[in-house]
């Protein structure tokens, strides 16, 4: 039983759910976009309840303390009540992915956009897609 009370990062953001697959938990960790106490963490880093952690996931970044360990992973529902997302409302992004955000649309049969063109269109979108 001792051995059951351990339980590693990757599996641990697999099983609440933040992640599809355990394999992109790992390579999140690899990748560095898993921090406690703004450390980078390895995959086999042991979590405890009461950790808070940043997870940058895409555009998204939360920050989650852990309330119950998850040792398998469950429906969403259950999921969601073994850790609280603390993420500051600052933070949050106002679209949910890049698919959400505004599209910037040119009339039809203007062809190709110039380098002026793309000059304004990089003016409009500075910011709106750049990590902080």
């Not at 560095?32 to 940043?54: C, E, T």
């Not at 852990?66 to 040792?71: D, G």
């Not at 997302?85 to 959400?100: A, L, Q, R």
Request: aromatic content about 8%.
């Amino acid at each position: 039983m001792a051995e059951q009370e351990k339980l590693r990062i990757d599996k641990y953001l697999w099983a609440i759910r933040l992640f599809k697959t355990r394999s992109l938990a790992t390579e999140a960790c690899k990748a560095g976009r898993v921090k406690f106490n703004g450390q980078n963490l390895k995959a086999s880093a042991v979590v405890k309840p009461g950790d808070v952690y940043q997870v940058s996931k895409g555009i998204e970044k939360k920050v989650i303390e852990v309330v119950e360990l998850l040792y398998n992973r469950v429906e969403a529902k259950i999921a969601v009540t073994k850790y609280k997302d603390i993420t500051p409302e600052e933070e949050t992004y106002g679209f949910k992915s890049v698919f959400h955000a505004p599209a910037l649309k040119r009339d039809r049969g203007t062809g190709r956009p110039t380098k002026k063109d793309r000059r304004e269109i990089d003016d409009l979108t500075e910011g709106l897609f750049e990590e902080k």
